[in-house]
């Protein structure tokens, strides 16, 4: 039942309007029938034709709302139109004598036109009352009907009722084209703002100010792993990951009280549950009186540019052949181990390395060989120390290894001693069994608080102390060592 008692939804914001009146016309139309019909059956029964004709009406009324329903706009208005007119000016004038009030009938009519079918239907039946006047007049001054009292049949009427209705068309007519142009660019806006929500690549959500969603696009939906009606209605909690929530917060604030907040970057949860970084702006949208109507968040997804730039740091900071941290890199970790030691009271050492011979590894079984017996020496390294410790290429054949947490001498020596047994097992490069050694100087923070610079540059020393004392081991460094 109340599906019947709906009109059809018209795409065209135009149409809307028209059929929105139109709907409104009829229901009063049908009210004023029935109040008429009451009041003449308990004043004057015996007019039993005012019976017939509020049926005729009524009907009229429900043929129309049919029309209207089928989508038949201007059938419908017209349909009521051309029985309101019949009224208002036929019936008054020929039947009932009075043609002091159709004036005013009469402009309702070009007005109810104007309104629902169009401006130039307007000056259509303007001209159709303005002709019909001007026949009634002459009518009433050639006697075949009786002259009204008071405005008496001369021209001076006519030119009354004319000018009235005339005005009335000439409003609505412009009325209507002023209205279509507005709506037209109305529509025309809201069309290129539709096309950028649906064909962005960036994902667009419009939040109510109490931070529920209104609609999103599919991008949007597809970001955060929603349905558009699963997204619809979603607090902004459900897929945001409130790492920061005083910073989230004062953004929500500031972003309500209409301030311009920067675009920044937080993260976001997927409805899977997966974690991805985005690019995050918001905007309000206030009323046409200044107060928040929503807010449009524009989110970007940068898990690709985050990939990146961590690929890039990674690259700045490490060695290419064997992965291990670079130089740079070296010196940021023990910043980070010797701030960390001074507060828990423990040993820092300090490794430097150097493969004996090696060039002679590159002169034999040539660079290629060379490079893969670096990259399984760097690994072997690793596999020997802890996941705290660091191990880095320093350049060449060189290396270097910080300790951390290192109690005694006596750790470092167990430690030293491991690695020369594991670097002294042969390298297996292609066809080849590759045997190689390493000399290891090592010097280690204990009361004094050398920079890394200084330990790398004594521990070196201590390196080329065991070179010189034929190799394939290593030495701690002794302040009378020669540097």
């Known amino acids: 039942m109340n599906k019947f008692f709906t009109i059809p939804e018209f795409k065209n914001e135009e149409e809307k309007r028209r059929a929105n009146i139109l709907v409104a016309t009829q229901f009063a139309s049908i009210i004023m029938i029935v109040t008429i019909e009451i009041i003449s059956y308990i004043l004057e029964p015996e007019h039993t034709e005012v019976i017939w004709q509020g049926m005729i009406g009524a009907a009229a009324m429900f043929i129309s709302y049919l029309l209207l329903r089928k989508g038949k706009l201007e059938a419908a208005g017209w349909l009521i139109a051309v029985l309101g007119w019949l009224i208002l000016t036929l019936d008054l004038a020929f039947i009932s004598g009075i043609r002091g009030v159709n004036v005013l009938g009469q402009v309702l009519i070009v007005l109810f036109v104007g309104l629902t079918i169009s401006g130039k239907s307007a000056l259509i039946i303007t001209f159709v009352n303005v002709g019909m006047n001007l026949i009634i007049l002459q009518l009433e001054q050639n006697g075949i009907l009786a002259q009204p009292v008071p405005l008496q049949a001369n021209y001076t009427r006519w030119f ?56 999103a696009n599919s991008q949007a939906a597809d970001m955060l792993d929603y349905s558009l009606d699963e997204l ?64 449009q968040c524009i989110l970007h997804d940068i898990t690709e540019r985050k990939n990146y730039e961590r690929q890039l740091l990674h690259q700045a900071l490490h060695d290419p052949l064997t992965n291990l941290p670079n130089r740079t890199l070296f010196e940021n970790r023990f910043q980070l181990v010797q701030s960390r030691r001074q507060e828990e009271h423990s040993l820092v050492a300090i490794l430097y390395i150097d493969i004996d011979g090696f060039k002679l590894v590159n002169d034999t079984y040539g660079h290629a060989a060379g490079d893969q017996v670096l990259m399984e020496f760097g690994g072997r390294l690793l596999e020997s120390l802890r996941e705290s410790d660091t191990v880095a290429r320093a350049g060449g054949d060189e290396f270097l290894i910080i300790l951390d947490n290192i109690s005694n001498k006596s750790n470092v020596s167990r430690i030293a001693d491991k690695l020369i047994e594991r670097i002294a097992h042969p390298f297996q490069v292609g066809e080849h069994l590759i045997q190689i050694t390493a000399s290891i100087g090592i010097n280690f923070t204990e009361r004094s608080n050398l920079s890394e610079i200084d330990l790398i540059k004594t521990s070196d020393t201590a390196m080329y102390q065991v070179k010189e004392d034929g190799k394939n081991d290593f030495r701690f460094y002794e302040s009378g060592d020669p540097s």
């Open 160 to 215: 009354i009722q004319s000018i009235y209705t005339a005005l009335a068309a000439v409003y609505i007519w412009r009325a209507d084209v002023g209205m279509k142009s507005t709506l037209f660019k109305s529509q025309a806006t809201a069309d290129r703002y539709r096309a950028l929500f649906e064909h962005t690549n960036d994902g667009v959500v419009i939040l109510n100010p109490e931070w529920y969603l209104l609609s």
């Open 232 to 295: 619809t209605g979603e607090q902004f909690s459900a897929w945001n990951i409130l790492e920061e929530p005083d910073k989230i917060k004062k953004y929500k604030d500031d972003v309500l009280w209409g301030d311009e907040i920067p675009i920044f970057e937080h993260n976001l949860k997927r409805n899977d549950g997966v974690i991805f970084p985005a690019e995050i702006n918001m905007a309000l949208v206030p009323d046409a009186e200044g107060r928040p109507l929503h807010i």
